[in-house]
């Protein structure tokens, strides 16, 4: 059964850092690439990032550019997001999400539980 | 960047309704094209991708259609179990935008 266990939720300052972790399990990880999405209070699913099956190829949303950071250890079968300069607005419910297929443009088929980030003074 | 742009952005159907949610690409996406739902509360679900395939488990009502820029989602008979917000998702380039949402209530 695949299964994408999250970090717990954490409250940070503004301008703080924090870093979330996702294990994986039920899959062979490093065959997929790896996602990171989240959802502001009452808003919308937000894409934020993905890493390529080997962690050489990292995309980000522009919202994010710059001061987030995706990782991945397959040794350990876990993804990571470094959220650095943290603002008021990056404050959401934060997923990670693997896609459905292992080569080509996918989809994103299994989800994690979320990590609650919350950006508060 | 592709911007994907959903309507309408609510709607108010009765059960056994036919439902029918669009999502327009900025840019041509062909098939890569995705529609999850998400319940209150809960973490998305995959319904549909290349703009038409049923995901596993998914009950048959629901359907996909469309190529290109313009894509339609359609509920053959609302269920109570429906009530939810439906995103689509073009997943052909980064970044892999959502639409803005469509959220599906029983009148």
């Known amino acids: 059964e695949v299964q994408l266990v999250q970090s717990g939720g954490v409250v940070v300052q503004p301008g703080g850092s924090l870093r979330l972790s996702c294990a994986a399990s039920g899959f062979t990880f490093d065959d997929y690439t790896m996602h990171w999405v989240r959802q502001g209070p009452g808003k919308g699913l937000e894409w934020v990032s993905l890493i390529s099956w080997d962690g050489v190829t990292p995309y980000y949303a522009d919202s994010v550019k710059g001061r987030f950071t995706i990782s991945r250890d397959n040794s350990k079968n876990s993804l990571y997001l470094q959220m650095d300069s943290l603002r008021t607005e990056d404050t959401a419910l934060y997923y990670c999400a693997k896609d459905k297929h292992s080569s080509g443009w996918s989809p994103l088929d299994y989800w994690g539980q979320g990590s609650l980030v919350t950006v508060s003074s | 960047d592709i911007q994907m742009t959903q309507s309408p952005s609510s709607l108010s159907a009765s059960v056994g309704d036919r439902v029918t949610i669009t999502c327009r690409a900025s840019q041509g996406i062909s098939n890569f094209l995705a529609w999850y739902q998400q319940k209150p509360g809960k973490v998305p679900k995959l319904l549909i991708y290349a703009a038409s395939t049923l995901q596993s488990g998914v009950p048959s009502r629901f359907s996909g259609s469309g190529s290109g820029t313009d894509f339609t989602l359609t509920i053959s008979g609302l269920q109570p179990e429906d009530v939810a917000t439906y995103y689509c998702?073009?997943?052909?380039?980064?970044?892999?935008?959502f639409g803005q949402g469509t959220k599906v209530e029983i009148k």
């Open positions: 998702q073009n997943y052909n380039s980064a970044p892999r935008a």
